[in-house]
């Protein structure tokens, strides 16, 4: 069973920074898409910055420059280092991936989300 477990959320000023993990695990062959979104209160879940299967990476508008995705060198984690954090960073975020098990076909797994909120 393929798990994606998230830490790293809380609560953080303007200005101040988060980092984000998530380690996926359950007997995983190949991991082709991995990364971030995000929901706020209202509104739809979208992309915050994700690695491509082609190994790119993709971020949203409103956090280039600011957020960075990484990954460990096993492929199976993936972090992001959110700097200069605004209120309308204010969500619950989602690691989210796109991978194949031993028992598997590819498919898409999501993380069960964690809290982050902007205020002072």
């Known amino acids: 069973q393929v798990q994606l477990v998230e830490s790293g959320g809380g609560l953080v000023q303007p200005g101040g920074s988060l980092r984000l993990s998530c380690a996926a695990s359950?007997?995983?062959?190949?991991?082709?898409?991995m990364g971030w979104y995000r929901q706020a209160p209202g509104k739809q879940r979208e992309l915050v910055a994700a690695f491509t299967s082609g190994g790119s990476t993709n971020y949203a508008d409103s956090v280039k420059g600011r957020f960075t995705i990484s990954r460990s060198s096993a492929k199976n984690t993936v972090y992001l280092q959110m700097n200069n954090l605004k209120p309308e960073d204010t969500a619950v975020y989602y690691c989210y991936a796109n991978l194949r098990t031993e028992r598997t076909m590819r498919g898409d797994y999501w993380g069960q989300g964690t809290p982050v909120t902007v205020s002072s």
């Open positions: 359950g007997s995983i062959v190949s991991i082709y898409d």
